[in-house]
């Protein structure tokens, strides 16, 4: 059974940094690339950022290029996104996905909020 699981969002205020995890399971992980998406109140779901299954290749969206990283580490099924220069606008949950034999998993999400 894959699972998800994302951690580490929080309230932090402008300018910030925050690292989510998102730790999976139920699935050979090193092979499979992960995406992470957020969803701000009222908004439709946004692309962040995708790493390849080897962690070799990464992209990211527009919006959050040179502030966000995303990483893995394959020997403990994780996946990091780390988050520096946070603005208002980054107040989202943020999912991982994996596409994994045709069907979207996706854990529960964890809120992050940017305020001062």
């Known amino acids: 059974q894959v699972q998800l699981e994302e951690s580490g969002g929080g309230l932090v205020q402008p300018g910030g940094s925050l690292r989510l995890s998102c730790a999976a399971s139920g699935f050979i992980f090193r092979n499979y690339a992960v995406t992470w998406y957020r969803q701000a109140p009222g908004k439709e779901r946004e692309f962040v950022a995708s790493?390849?299954?080897?962690?070799?290749?990464?992209n990211y969206a527009h919006s959050v290029k040179g502030r966000f990283t995303i990483s893995r580490d394959n020997p403990w099924n994780t996946v990091y996104l780390q988050i520096d220069s946070l603005k208002p606008e980054d107040t989202a949950v943020y999912y991982c996905?994996?596409?994994?034999?045709?069907?979207?998993?996706r854990g529960k999400g964890t809120l992050v909020t940017v305020s001062s």
């Open positions: 996905h994996v596409f994994y034999r045709g069907v979207d998993f």
């Open positions: 790493i390849s299954a080897t962690g070799d290749s990464a």
